[in-house]
């Protein structure tokens, strides 16, 4: 039979067309089906390389992630959450008040994540609540 017909790393027989299976350690391919055989010395060293881009595997989270980034550009241009101002002193400069927002990155059975940032010296820490 002539040289089995290599499409990325599957070996189809020449002859039949079935999948072959990979070489082991004898130095002949046997096709099952067909009974053809071929030297196993031509695919000896052979290295394959396989490439693929981002959107080659469609994910639902990642679909999903794009819809969340469209909807904070679109209704907030600077994307920035909404902060309040609480009377906390700023470990980084003893400022007495704090700004801080709260976002539910835990599970809903857990509490927020609270984020807080110094507006003198932009000093910034979170607390799990």
């Not at 679909?63 to 794009?66: A, I, L, M, S």
């Not at 003198?120 to 609540?129: A, I, L, M, R, T």
């Given at each position: 039979m002539p040289a089995p017909d290599l499409v990325?790393?599957?070996?189809?027989c020449a002859a039949c067309g079935s999948l072959l299976d990979l070489p082991s350690d004898s130095d002949v391919i046997v096709c099952a089906p067909c009974g053809a055989s071929a030297s196993a010395a031509v695919y000896d060293g052979l290295?394959?390389?396989?490439?693929?881009?981002?959107?080659?595997?469609p994910s639902a989270l990642r679909?999903?992630?794009?819809l969340v980034h469209s909807a904070q550009?679109?209704?907030?241009?600077?994307?920035r959450p909404q902060e309040a101002t609480i009377?906390?002193?700023?470990?980084?400069?003893?400022?007495?008040?704090?700004?801080?927002?709260?976002?539910q990155l835990r599970?809903?059975?857990?509490?927020t994540t609270v984020f807080y940032t110094c507006p003198?010296?932009?000093?910034?820490?979170?607390?799990?609540?």
């Open positions: 990325g790393s599957l070996l189809f290295a394959i390389v396989t490439a693929s881009a981002p959107s080659a595997f679909q999903k992630r794009t550009s679109a209704s907030d241009p600077a994307a009377k906390e002193k700023c470990p980084g400069c003893g400022h007495d008040e704090m700004n801080f927002h709260t976002l599970s809903a059975d857990e509490g003198k010296c932009g000093y910034k820490f979170s607390q799990n609540n």
